[in-house]
């Protein structure tokens, strides 16, 4: 059985480095420049022409998800909230996107080409906090005895 943060010590140094960094990557590279519009996230939602509402909206999960990074009990939860933002920002890479766009600033001519790759490390981030911290998750037993009733 591969172990999990509430019964393994290095899982959870694992778990608390997965998640502190993930939170801190998911504020300052997705929240931050989503909800203040930081050039070239405005582009790239008109792009997918869900501009500005779209923008506000996946900020908005990103934040819960990082705050629920690292809120006590709630680790498996932000774990697969990022997982499902960022498998949305890949769906949107292989799809209307590209896998390596390009986006110029008007104003500046600086040119930013935004990775696919990237959503998929942070997608694999989340999933590796929901496989260490999986006791938290709230899972049905359909009648099932549980371990201490058997």
């Keep these: ?44 939602f008109e ?3 869900v501009e500005p509402w779209g923008r506000y909206a996946v900020g908005l999960t990103e934040l819960a998800a990082a705050v629920l990074l690292l809120v006590p009990r709630m680790h498996a ?17 292989v799809g209307p996107l590209g896998l390596f766009p390009e986006f110029v600033n008007a104003e500046t001519g ?11 490390i942070f997608l694999a981030m989340g999933a590796a906090v929901v496989l260490l911290r999986r006791d938290e998750l709230p899972v049905p037993s359909f009648g099932a005895p549980t371990p201490a009733e058997a």
Excluded at 19 to 34: C, E, F, S, T, W
Excluded at 78 to 91: Q, S
Excluded at 110 to 120: G, H, I, K, N, R
């Design 1 to 44: 059985m591969f172990p999990t943060a509430k019964t393994n010590t290095p899982a959870k140094f694992a778990s608390w480095a997965l998640q502190i960094g993930g939170a801190g990557a998911m504020i300052a590279m997705g929240a931050l420049p989503k909800l203040t519009g930081q050039f070239p996230s405005p582009m790239l």
């Design 47 to 49: 792009q997918l022409g």
């Design 77 to 93: 939860f932000g774990g697969v909230l990022l997982a499902l933002a960022m498998g949305g920002a890949f769906a949107s890479h």
């Design 110 to 120: 600086e040119t930013v080409v935004l990775p696919f790759f990237l959503s998929l």
